[in-house]
């Protein structure tokens, strides 16, 4: 899969003054959500919510950050841009956060809904016999 660009600015946490202002009071939730989703729902957003509130309170949460924008751009082929991620998230955290999440959305996974996964078929209906 070739390099794509991302759907978003780095700088265009306007775009959704939700994703904004709850990222700006409460990161760990932002961040929870974008995991659970790159994870395809293997991971729980509680969880990782919760470990990146502990990292925020020794100022280390970029770095566990910085990982799943590294997985997140291996997902869609994205640049790593406008540098390296933990640069990135290093420098300016909310605004990584809002983009990984535009990012997310634009591609028709909603992380404010949660993984949502692939539709599944109706359950086969057992026939009974005579």
Known sequence: MGSTNWSVGLCSCG??????????????????????????????????CCIYALLMAVQCQWLYSCTYRKKLRSKFGLEPEPCNDCCVHFCCEPCALCQEHAELKSRGQDPSKGFTGRPTAAPAQAFMNK
């Open 15 to 48: 775009d959704s003054l939700g994703t904004c202002c709850l990222t700006w009071f409460f990161p760990c939730v932002t961040f929870g959500r974008i995991t659970e989703v790159v994870d395809d729902g293997h991971s729980s957003c509680t969880a990782n």
